[in-house]
Nanobody, 120 residues
Framework: VQLQASGGGLVQPGGSLRLSCAAS????????ITWYRQSPGEQRDLVAT???????NYADSVKGRFTVSRDNAKNTAYLQMDSLKPEDTAVYYC???????????????WGQGTLVTVSS
């Protein structure tokens, strides 16, 4: 099982980006998927999380600007980021609890991170 985050890039303040987090491999199910971000010298902070049935939770700093969603048929989650600010600059990681085929447990997997830079 692998988890891959993509979609980062350079965007001007006020702009938008959509990140994707795709799980691949032989998978029975995916539970919570969470987006984190980490700026240089800072700890990794939770940005948004989405449950299997679509329940969501956001950090206060992104509420009203970011939207997390998922497509269970594609084993993929998305983070739509609007009204981006320079302070949103960070490496964004996704984490998912996945049950691989042949396993009775859900296990945590991390994607490799994708860099988002908000600058004029």
């Amino acid at each position: 099982v692998q988890l891959q985050a993509s979609g980062g890039g350079l965007v001007q303040p006020g702009g938008s980006l959509r990140l994707s987090c795709a799980a691949s491999g032989s998978i029975v199910g995916i539970d919570y998927i969470t987006w984190y971000r980490q700026s240089p010298g800072e700890q990794r902070d939770l940005v948004a999380t989405i449950g299997r049935r679509g329940s969501t939770n956001y950090a206060d700093s992104v509420k009203g600007r970011f939207t997390v969603s998922r497509d269970n048929a594609k084993n993929t989650a998305y983070l739509q980021m609007d009204s981006l600010k320079p302070e949103d600059t960070a490496v964004y990681y996704c984490n998912a609890y996945i049950r691989p085929t042949g396993d009775i447990y859900y296990r945590g997997y991390w994607g490799q991170g994708t860099l988002v830079t908000v600058s004029s």
